[in-house]
């Protein structure tokens, strides 16, 4: 998506039901901002919500920054990564939707409106799904 502009890369993490779990909108896609992204989104769940599978896209960024996560003890040792092309679809399905949404809203001026904009989108679909 952009915002003023640039490109910004939105991580979304949801589960295997298609429910939201975390989303983090970054101005770049590095290590960091995937290191930073998966510990966000692993911190805020208990120890037997933790995955077990992380199904990503083939950027190399992602299981970088996992192998990371697990060498720092908040990604358990057992969590197995697949990166495969298809296996994302869950996600590409859900975010086609959140850009049907932003599109009429006609560009974003900062990250902030931007990852409030899509917070507000998040929680109207989280409730209209029941």
């Given at each position: 998506?952009?915002?003023?502009?640039?490109?910004?890369?939105?991580?979304?993490?949801?589960?295997?039901?298609?429910?939201?779990?975390?989303?983090?909108?970054?101005?770049?896609?590095?290590?960091?901002?995937?290191?930073?992204?998966?510990?966000?989104?692993?911190?805020?769940?208990?120890?037997?919500q933790?995955?077990?599978?992380?199904?990503?896209?083939?950027?190399?960024?992602?299981?970088?920054?996992?192998?990371?996560?697990?060498?720092?003890?908040?990604?358990?040792?057992?969590?197995?990564?697949?990166?495969?092309?298809?296996?994302?679809n869950?996600?590409?399905?859900?975010?086609?939707?959140?850009?049907?949404?932003?599109?009429?809203?006609?560009?974003?001026?900062?990250?902030?409106?931007?990852?409030?904009?899509?917070?507000?989108?998040?929680?109207?679909?989280?409730?209209?799904?029941?």
């Amino acid at each position: 998506m952009k915002v003023r502009g640039q490109w910004a890369y939105l991580y979304r993490a949801v589960d295997k039901h298609g429910n939201t779990i975390d989303f983090y909108l970054s101005p770049t896609r590095s290590t960091v901002a995937a290191k930073r992204f998966l510990g966000k989104a692993l911190n805020g769940l208990k120890d037997w919500q933790k995955p077990m599978v992380i199904n990503t896209d083939k950027a190399p960024t992602h299981g970088a920054a996992l192998a990371e996560l697990k060498k720092g003890g908040k990604c358990p040792e057992g969590t197995l990564h697949r990166q495969a092309k298809y296996l994302s679809n869950v996600i590409e399905a859900d975010h086609g939707k959140l850009k049907q949404l932003i599109r009429p809203v006609r560009g974003l001026k900062t990250l902030e409106t931007a990852y409030a904009t899509i917070k507000g989108f998040g929680a109207m679909r989280a409730l209209r799904k029941g």
